[in-house]
């Protein structure tokens, strides 16, 4: 399969959930990931609930196999993965940059994303006959090791880390319109990310209910009242948009940081 | 456009926002906005290397302390780095009862690159009796091959900010298209600067013959001193684009020294009347627009007769309260145009490319200010009509 089938499978155009696809990963593939043909993705059973979409904020390529384990259940994958994967041009060439002697060094990431490339590959075929309803609720997949794992790479890694806002998701409305009124989140902690919450925050303000679910478990998940983050923590955030981290593409989170490029 | 030009951001909530339709302009309109961009970009850089010798303009308009201090050691070395620049803005122009206004220039790290070159191709073989106005990331990529001909070129973005990825991303391909080496930085201490040496990549010792610099210059200000970050304000060695002086006419307050300098005609017959927010009349409120001086994306931009009155309380304090860090602006109302989503409200963003105008970058948007969620359409000429 090419690299536009794949992105193809997974965004269909019969699902009102497809524009809300991140196209990122997809635009990286290189020949390897297009080459995985084995990514095993163990079952799980969940009860299609279709006034429900699911949020998987889980580390690295687990959000794919609960998106295709869901998928099983009549649910649609949603692969919401913002970062880029490598800083090197030809992405052929990639995990090897030059040291300056004749010795290649793989290129160091402050968030390994290739995983993910390889099982939104290894998992196309199985997506692509799985014949799923138009109407099938979302689960949207997220990677919770977004934010990195080290608070400041040092020069010379590539800082891919990323963020999710309101913006990357439908709104309370259209969730209503299409016949959603719960969400549940599906991730081992029961800490939400910072800026997850504020995403959980919104859709809650407007009356969606929110519940939290851990992968793999039986399914039975508890309805849960997201609270607002604390001054501290929200001085916190402040902090590290304001001095090397991130902002908001809308200003959000406090708008404190200002946001892109005009 | 997701896949093959860097184009990520397409949906923003529930909203597409890629515009069904190109915006058409009279070939006459079209030349009249080239123009007055081309005298903007002079008239632009002309004060700032006024203010460049006059910290009391910087600080009347709003440049923070430590861009000042950074820009005081570039005076010396102007006319050897003045031959060594190339210098982009974008200037955004509305449509009005009185003819077109100018709101203001992105002159720091102007975006909508890919957007003023692709959607026009993409668009126009649907309009074959419509032709493409130039492309500004050909402008750009020739300017760049110019300066950057031999060696590394390091392009430089903040990092998690992926609209700025994208743009780099683009610069990328358009350097690579013109095998011109190039990397991605997201840090200025990734470059390592010596007398013997000039600049090189920390990771592998290549030489740097040029950074693009899609990092905007007041966040650059608030890294720790050890990034390095003043050399790119120092450096004579090798070009920084846009360089770094940009700070100033970025700021938006930079047109209340238009009362300062009387050589800025067409600044003065396009813009709108800015005051420092202490000057506007207390009764007056409603016919102001509030800037934040380093607001990108409209994030920052209040019409104070739209909000509600605790927030107009409240962005007025703020703005009364650190006035060097907002202007007033004259409320101006842009003429909508009818389109299938309803009234749109277009902003023509013409780029300048040294001095030449270079394409446009066309939003459409919901209400009269042009805000992140806008829609962004492809701008079309007829030149069947004069």
């Given amino acids: 399969m090419t690299g536009d089938e794949i992105y193809e499978i997974w965004r269909p155009s019969a699902s009102p959930w497809s524009p809300w696809v991140k196209p990122v990963l997809f635009s990286f593939l290189r020949e390897q990931d297009l080459a995985t043909a084995n990514y095993s993705v163990p079952p799980w059973r969940v009860p299609l609930e279709l006034d429900t979409a699911i949020v998987a904020d889980v580390p690295g390529a687990e959000g794919v196999s609960i998106g295709i384990a869901l998928c099983r259940d009549g649910y649609i994958p949603i692969p919401v993965y913002n970062a880029c994967p490598f800083a090197t041009p030809i992405p052929d060439f990639v995990s090897i940059v030059h040291s300056g002697t004749d010795t290649p060094v793989p290129e160091r990431v402050a968030v390994d994303v290739l995983p993910i490339m390889s099982a939104l590959c290894g998992t196309a075929q199985e997506l692509a006959t799985a014949n799923i309803s138009g109407s099938a609720p979302p689960v949207f997949m997220l990677d919770s090791n977004r934010r990195g794992l080290i608070a400041h790479p040092d020069p010379g890694w590539f800082d891919n880390r990323s963020f999710v806002t309101v913006t990357d998701f439908p709104s309370a409305q259209f969730f209503r319109q299409h016949g959603i009124s719960k969400i549940v989140l599906v991730q081992e902690s029961s800490k939400v990310d910072g800026n997850l919450k504020e995403v959980l925050l919104a859709w809650q303000k407007e009356g969606m209910a929110i519940a939290q679910q851990e992968p793999w478990e039986l399914w039975a998940p508890r309805p849960v009242k997201i609270e607002g983050s604390s001054i501290f923590s929200r001085a916190w955030e402040w902090l590290n948009r304001a001095f090397g981290y991130r902002r908001n593409a809308l200003g959000g989170f406090g708008g404190v940081v200002p946001p892109s490029g005009g | 456009m997701h896949l093959r030009y860097n184009k990520w951001d397409t949906q923003v909530g529930d909203k597409n926002v890629l515009s069904e339709h190109p915006v058409v302009l009279p070939i006459r309109e079209w030349n009249v906005l080239r123009s007055f961009a081309e005298l903007l970009a002079s008239e632009t850089t002309f004060l700032e290397s006024i203010s460049l010798d006059t910290s009391r303009f910087q600080s009347f308009i709003g440049v923070p302390r430590a861009i000042s201090e950074a820009l005081a050691s570039q005076e010396q070395r102007q006319p050897e780095m003045n031959s060594r620049r190339a210098r982009m803005m974008r200037f955004d122009f509305h449509p009005t009862a009185s003819g077109w206004c100018v709101s203001e220039v992105n002159s720091d790290v102007p975006g909508g690159w890919r957007e003023g070159s692709s959607l026009q191709q993409l668009y126009q073989p649907f309009y074959k009796v419509l032709d493409c106005p130039e492309s500004p990331l050909d402008a750009w990529g020739r300017a760049v091959e110019l300066l950057a001909h031999e060696g590394h070129v390091a392009l430089l973005s903040a990092p998690g900010y992926l609209e700025?990825?994208?743009?780099?991303?683009?610069?990328?391909?358009?350097?690579?298209?013109?095998?011109?080496?190039?990397?991605i930085i997201k840090t200025p201490a990734a470059l390592e600067w010596s007398s013997e040496h000039g600049c090189k990549l920390v990771t592998n010792g290549r030489r740097v013959s040029a950074v693009i610099r899609f990092y905007q210059v007041e966040w650059l200000c608030a890294l720790p001193e050890d990034t390095g970050w003043k050399k790119l304000f120092h450096t004579s060695a090798i070009p920084v684009i846009n360089p770094t002086v940009s700070a100033i006419s970025e700021s938006k307050r930079f047109p209340l020294l238009f009362n300062e300098a009387m050589e800025c005609p067409t600044w003065r017959s396009l813009m709108p009347e800015c005051r420092d927010p202490r000057e506007a009349a207390a009764a007056d409120w409603d016919q102001w627009v509030l800037k934040a001086c380093y607001s990108n994306t409209g994030d920052q931009v209040h019409i104070c007769g739209a909000l509600a009155q605790k927030e107009k309380q409240r962005v007025i304090k703020e703005?009364?309260?650190?006035?060097?860090?907002?202007?007033?602006?004259?409320?101006?109302e842009t003429r909508a145009v009818e389109t299938c989503r309803g009234p749109m409200y277009p902003c023509i963003g013409v780029f300048t490319v040294n001095g030449r105008a270079a394409g446009a970058y066309v939003r459409l948007s919901d209400g009269q200010v042009t805000g992140s969620s806008a829609v962004e359409a492809p701008l079309l000429i007829d030149s069947s009509v004069t």
């Fill in chain 2, 164 to 183: 700025d990825e994208q743009v780099v991303r683009t610069f990328m391909s358009e350097l690579q298209g013109r095998q011109i080496p190039c990397s």
């Fill in chain 2, 319 to 332: 703005a009364q309260r650190h006035p060097l860090r907002w202007v007033a602006q004259r409320r101006f």
